[in-house]
């Protein structure tokens, strides 16, 4: 199991809105650290969605949006399009194992 | 631009070690640390470690110590990931990333194409 727990798959309807969760513990989120997210298009490599929480990297669009509380943190996904279709992994640092990776989440565009 | 090109896919026999390089260019490579990752066929994805491209210091995931080399060639802006032992269940395709900031724990913003690794006997 992954120390970073998120669901193993969402979907939602073009246009809806979608969250993934990312659940942790007081090792890694809950410690303060950031988190981090990663889109993973079919066949593809991953691309850096959000860091820091909640900060876009420039050429994301501001349909993705991180939050943190806690333990825990969210992706959300709104407007949702076909070419969202992907997997989604959450990223942290946890001070006894260092960095870690969710283990992953697919979102289907119905 | 940031570019990121890794060497090709390599197949191996258990026991045996892989070398994979990552050529970057476009930017100032002492300035940004490596990271390495990899995805097991179907799986996610799974940290292995970071380098300092400054200093050569280096963090490895606690699964694959004594078992990882990082290094780093500054005179070509290349950085390399040895893996030693290998058994079946390395069988992945190993990343590297440039990261987004020059901070340790900075998130990987530019990835090379991959690196299949086959370890079959």
């Known amino acids: 199991q992954s120390v970073l727990t998120q669901p193993p798959s969402v979907s939602g309807a073009p246009g809806q809105r979608v969250t993934i969760s990312c659940s942790g513990g007081?090792?890694?989120?809950?410690?303060?650290?950031?988190v981090h997210w990663y889109q993973q298009l079919p066949g593809t490599t991953p691309k850096l969605l959000l860091f820091g929480n909640t900060n876009r990297p420039s050429g994301v669009p501001d349909r993705f949006s991180g939050s943190k509380s806690g333990t825990s943190a969210s992706l959300d996904i709104s407007g949702l399009q076909a070419e969202d279709e992907a997997d989604y992994y959450c990223?942290?640092?946890?001070?006894?194992?260092?960095?870690?990776f969710g283990g992953g989440t697919k979102l289907t565009v119905l | 631009q940031v570019q990121v090109v890794q060497s090709g896919g390599e197949v191996k026999r258990p026991g045996a070690s892989v070398k994979v390089s990552c050529k970057t260019s476009g930017y100032t490579f002492t300035t940004y640390g490596i990271t390495w990752v990899r995805q097991a066929p179907g799986q996610g994805l799974e940290w292995l470690g970071w380098?300092?491209?400054?200093?050569?210091?280096?963090k490895y995931a606690p699964e694959i110590q004594g078992r990882v080399t990082m290094t780093t060639d500054t005179s070509t802006s290349t950085a390399y990931l040895e893996l030693g032992s290998l058994r079946s269940d390395d069988t992945a395709v190993y990343y590297c990333a440039r990261s987004y900031g020059s901070g340790t724990l900075s998130p990987s913003a530019y990835w090379g194409q991959g690196t299949l690794v086959t370890v079959s006997s």
């Open positions: 380098i300092s491209t400054n200093n050569g210091h280096t």
């Open positions: 007081n090792s890694n989120i809950g410690a303060g650290y950031g």
């Open positions: 990223q942290s640092y946890d001070i006894n194992l260092s960095v870690v």
